[in-house]
């Protein structure tokens, strides 16, 4: 099952391709020929073509004649369009990664961990408008689901329902637990009917509240404006020390996010804060833009003018090698150079850090590790990261129409002010990255003192360690068990989680 199907971009987005047409326009059979041939296979053909043009990693794809776009097939023509996208990602390899793929998905072998293809019906979600239940559930154990998050306003918020509640039973069955005993979490028959569940138009959730109270409501997808900033607020700790602590929950564009963390970053300013935590830990990440906001509200003002990170594009595309794009846009001489595609610091608000704390878990993604992948060169004291490994996404992209469908490849790999990208398997807390790997407390709600994750960013900035009193550090390589309710949780977040970083600027205004 594809993990990334909750793929709310890029079309009415940040970069963005021409609106649909029903044809691509031009010769995109790769020689193949269009007598006799279907609709279905010449969109297979237009996808082969345009990944080797566009796709980062185009120089490990063979010419179409060997790859033969045309044999794929599928429950869907979307399916088989994905069949063949899940083909050729696993071309290239990664020698740092046991010569396994750069789209390798350690749950989902043979599949891509980062392109796609949709049909644009999620692009809405970036641009601040949720279309969906407002919630997200998470196993806090194999037999303890949980809510993890709910938006404000969301239809969910409306129902009544909160961050930490237990959920007891799904569309009025209680077989929702998983079975720790399955090969994998696509042959639990519990944990699928959940996500199946997820998918629908409406469900109907039974909850058990902090007081032992149960309700059971009925809730309806609905479109909501979202408000990515969960919560902010500013704990003292007990030697005096002023921690600002930021939920953001995901980098819609700028125009959506930018009064809600203005907001917050004057707050932390107003009460003199020192140090800083971001919570990440389910923001699957978009619009580079807004990554790139926070990270110059985080950086120092010494760094203004310098490099803040880079979208390196393939070789093709930065030699202005593109006559498929060049079809649809009139792209000025340059565009996909380095020196076009490098960003630099302009330090946002008074706020003076040393260091920052990120919290993150596996559903931390690209737009997210991109922000600690900016700022940690740039601060002084560099960051910590607190909770489990996360996604591991250090590419990006922008939407292709074919025909009906979008077409979402990795295109660019970004690049600290280090040039460093290296986390495809994610960002380890006290592994590649410092701090400590914890599990992440759904008992509480975002910005407890007393929560988990937030307790052990306290305690470090009061006593210089991570040490709590009841709560257990886990090994940087998780155990089977941990493995396998990770796996779990991943496959939740087809319902629930995109997990992509945005290409910063438009093509619209390209267009022929």
Not at 295 to 315: C, D, H, L, Q, W
Not at 327 to 350: D, E
Not at 420 to 443: C, E, I, L, R, S
Request: net charge neutral; glycine share 8%; proline share 4%.
């Amino acid at each position: 099952m594809k993990k990334i199907i909750y793929a709310l971009i890029l079309l009415a987005v940040t970069f963005t391709s021409c609106k649909k047409n029903k044809t691509d326009g031009g010769d995109l059979t790769g020689g193949q020929g269009t007598t006799n041939a279907s609709a279905l296979d010449l969109l297979k053909d237009s996808v082969y073509a345009y990944a080797r043009e566009e796709y980062l990693w185009y120089d490990a794809l063979p010419e179409a004649s060997v790859f033969n776009p045309r044999k794929f097939t599928g429950s869907s023509d979307g399916a088989a369009l994905q069949a063949e996208i899940d083909a050729f990602s696993q071309l290239k390899l990664n020698p740092t990664n046991a010569n396994r793929p750069y789209e390798y998905d350690a749950s989902y072998p043979g599949t891509a961990k980062y392109s796609y293809i949709d049909e644009g019906q999620a692009a809405t979600s970036i641009g601040g408008t949720g279309g969906d239940f407002g919630f997200s559930v998470f196993y806090n154990a194999y037999n303890d689901l949980r809510i993890r998050y709910v938006y404000p306003s969301s239809p969910a918020s409306t129902a009544g329902i909160a961050r930490g509640y237990k959920v007891t039973a799904v569309n009025n069955s209680t077989d929702i637990y998983y079975n720790p005993n399955s090969a994998d979490p696509n042959s639990d028959p519990n944990l699928l009917s959940v996500v199946k569940a997820l998918g629908g138009n409406s469900i109907t959730l039974t909850v058990q509240k902090p007081d032992n109270t149960t309700a059971t409501v009925t809730i309806n997808k609905g479109s909501y404006t979202i408000n990515p900033v969960i919560k902010y607020s500013v704990i003292t700790t007990g030697s005096g020390k002023k921690v600002g602590y930021f939920a953001f929950s995901r980098f819609t564009v700028l125009t959506n996010a930018q009064a809600k963390i203005d907001e917050a970053f004057a707050f932390f300013a107003a009460n003199n804060v020192t140090e800083l935590v971001v919570d990440l830990r389910y923001n699957g990440g978009g619009a580079v833009e807004t990554s790139e906001y926070i990270a110059n509200y985080i950086a120092p003002a010494s760094k203004n003018g310098t490099v803040m990170f880079t979208e390196r594009f393939n070789a093709k595309l930065q030699a202005g090698t593109y006559p498929l794009l060049a079809k649809k846009y009139s792209i000025p001489n340059g565009y996909f150079s380095l020196a076009n595609n490098t960003y630099s610091f302009a330090k946002k608000g008074t706020l003076n850090l040393n260091r920052a704390f990120f919290i993150v878990t596996g559903s931390t993604a690209s737009a997210s590790e991109l922000l600690i992948n900016n700022v940690m060169p740039a601060l002084p004291g560099g960051v910590q990261l607190i909770g489990r490994t996360s996604y591991g996404k250090p590419v990006g992209f922008f939407g292709i129409p074919v025909g009906k469908y979008d077409l979402y490849i990795s295109e660019f790999e970004s690049q600290n002010s280090q040039g460093k990208a290296d986390f495809y398997q994610g960002m380890v807390p006290g592994g590649n990255f410092a701090g400590v790997t914890a599990n992440d407390d759904v008992t509480k709600d975002f910005g407890d003192p007393a929560e988990g994750l937030l307790a052990r960013a306290i305690n470090f900035i009061e006593k210089g360690n991570y040490t709590v009193a009841s709560l257990s550090t886990l090994s940087v390589t998780p155990t089977a068990d941990q493995t396998k309710l990770r796996d779990a949780n991943m496959l939740l977040d087809t319902k629930q989680e995109f997990k992509g970083a945005v290409h910063t600027r438009s093509l619209e205004r390209l267009q022929h």
